[in-house]
């Protein structure tokens, strides 16, 4: 086995203040820049094998736009578009480049002038600089987040903080150093959503942000945040709530930045991993179209909707009846790309989806001698992914789940997806040996 390969390529992606941020209503405007956003691309090399990660630090990216990137990507880099993973870090508090149907269109103006460019010179310069390194690693426990499906007295699922809930502490710490031992790049993985901010005005990373930028002045080591599983994790502020305004940004930074601190002290011996990439493509077992009768029975509830969770359930329903209306054919699955880099004992595989908490764990649980790290938001956005335990108690997030496609999801979807997603992650780790 030849020596790993690293290089590092890190851009802003600062958008100009007065833009539209992504996450909460479609007309917060930016009034201020808190933290710089960044794209830090992580390119590895070995043995023939190539692949690019990269932590972008936008809530999430349209997936049609992000295969228009690896398209770009691969012919800038060389590297194929199925080894390389786009990773949004999941903050509300950073320009729309996701356009979700009741959260506002596509900046496309800031795609074409920075993003989009920004992006393709951050990997160029990555493989450009590339060195021989070695990885060492740890893990502990993080209180930052919290299971944020809060159920009231009535029975109602909302935003809130459930302390009894499921959640992984688990944080997760990276870090590479060249020849002489000097660290000169970190990756962090934890799930949590970057809602700390709130319905803010100032353009940031959010609490991850603060955290990177703390253990990046620690290590010498340019430092970069891949979300993970957070469908159900909030930021666990003091409020109670898992939205705030700046302050709670700081608050929660300094208590990440205390843990991810920790957890670096504890990275033992450096080690050669291993490389492997590659992908697949799931098939997720869809119901049939509803019927024009119920829909348009709810369709007088939503009719008047424009924002938010209403206008996606407005476009669902309006969707469905024109199909049904056009006689279109129905499909049988709903096709998910999943993208998996393995580095020694530790395996990134991803989604363009919100996957929860409990199928992060399934699918860690389920690939035995490695330690399996979920990527939400990978290569896409595709909405919420929700377990079949929590369909029947509703919220905001089972709700996207179920009307983010014209055919809803099968009974027990989840579960075909973690199992789908730990036999693709076991399959592929066997042909890359």
């Not at 903050?91 to 009741?102: D, I, Q, R, W, Y």
């Not at 430092?223 to 993970?228: I, V, W």
């Not at 924002?307 to 209306?325: C, F, H, P, Q, W």
């Not at 389920?366 to 790290?373: D, E, P």
């Amino acid at each position: 086995m030849q020596n790993l390969m690293l290089g590092i390529g890190r851009e802003v992606i600062t958008p100009p203040v007065g833009g539209h941020l992504y996450g909460y209503n479609p007309d917060i405007v930016s009034e201020s820049v808190n933290d710089d956003l960044t794209v830090t691309a992580f390119y590895f090399e070995q043995d023939g094998k190539k692949a690019l990660m990269l932590s972008i630090c936008v809530c999430e990216i349209n997936t049609a736009l992000c295969d228009e990137i690896r398209q770009l990507l691969e012919q800038k880099t060389g590297v194929q578009k199925e080894n390389i993973m786009l990773c949004a870090i999941h903050t509300h508090s950073a320009p729309n480049v996701a356009g979700t149907e009741g959260w506002g269109d596509i900046d496309r103006e800031y795609c074409d002038n920075i993003f989009v460019p920004k992006i393709l010179k951050a990997a160029e310069s990555a493989v450009s600089k590339r060195i021989s390194v070695k990885m060492k690693s740890a893990f502990g426990d993080s209180l930052v987040g919290v299971n944020r499906r809060q159920t009231l007295a009535d029975g109602r699922v909302v935003f809130g903080q459930d302390t009894d809930g499921p959640f992984n502490k688990r944080m997760t710490v990276l870090s590479f150093e060249d020849e002489s031992g000097k660290c000169v790049a970190n990756m962090v993985h934890y799930g949590c959503h970057g809602t700390a901010a709130g319905e803010n005005r100032e353009i940031t990373r959010d609490w991850s942000g603060i955290m990177v930028d703390a253990l990046e002045e620690k290590s010498g080591g340019v430092t970069a945040f891949f979300n993970g599983s957070v469908g159900d994790a909030g930021p666990r502020i003091s409020n109670g709530k898992t939205t705030g305004d700046i302050s709670y940004v700081r608050e929660l930074g300094e208590i990440a930045t205390r843990d991810v601190l920790a957890i670096y002290e504890k990275t033992g011996e450096s080690e050669m991993p291993s490389l492997f990439a590659g992908s697949e493509t799931l098939k997720i077992p869809v119901k049939p179209r509803e019927s024009t009768e119920i829909c348009g029975k709810m369709y007088e509830n939503y009719k008047d909707e424009k924002e938010n969770l209403g206008a996606l359930i407005k476009d669902y329903l309006e969707t469905v009846m024109r199909l049904n209306s056009q006689n279109a054919e129905e499909k049988e699955y709903f096709e998910i790309s999943q993208q998996t880099i393995a580095l020694g004992d530790f395996v990134f595989t991803g989604i363009p989806f919100e996957m929860f908490a409990e199928t992060g764990s399934k699918i860690d649980e389920a690939v035995k001698g490695k330690n399996v790290l979920c990527v939400s938001c990978c290569n896409g956005f595709e909405g919420y992914f929700a377990p079949e335990n929590e369909l029947c108690r509703g919220g905001y997030e089972v709700e996207m789940f179920r009307y983010g496609r014209p055919q809803q999801f099968c009974d027990n979807a989840e579960k075909y997806l973690s199992d789908a997603m730990s036999s693709t992650v076991n399959v592929l780790l066997c042909e890359g040996e």
